[in-house]
């Protein structure tokens, strides 16, 4: 009887120490704004003035570092996911005229490209 007791209660403990230990996680998940996380997705373009253009419309708050690679036509994202989301980052690119694997951009935006880097035949 005792002993049953004691099981009971030992597995109060584990339980409370599991939920103690999911509420931590939220809260590093929800204060975590030193979490970098590092995406790579595609986005079309041509010359060394697209790179300039997708590197320049990811410079914003969250965002460490953003590279994109010509040759791949991908752009790599060093950023803070509580500050931006990836979603965030596509719309940036995609305003700014470049098209990415999830957010076409619009014609107006893309229009206004130079001639050189109008990446649609
Ligand atoms: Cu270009």
């Given at each position: 009887m005792i002993k049953k007791l004691f099981v009971a209660l030992g597995l109060c403990l584990a339980m409370s120490g599991a939920v103690f230990a999911q509420s931590k996680e939220k809260v590093a998940k929800t204060?975590?704004?030193?979490e970098l996380k590092t995406t790579t997705f595609a986005v079309s373009g041509n010359c060394g003035m697209c790179k300039a253009t997708i590197e320049k419309a990811l410079k914003?708050?969250?965002?460490?570092k953003a590279v994109w690679n010509a040759e791949k036509k991908t752009v790599s994202v060093n950023y803070y996911p509580t500050q931006i989301s990836e979603e965030g980052l596509h719309q940036r690119v995609a305003a700014a005229g470049y098209d990415t694997e999830k957010v076409k951009a619009p014609n107006a935006a893309y229009e206004k490209l130079p001639g050189c880097c109008k990446y649609r035949k």
């Open positions: 204060t975590g704004a030193k914003t708050k969250g965002v460490k």
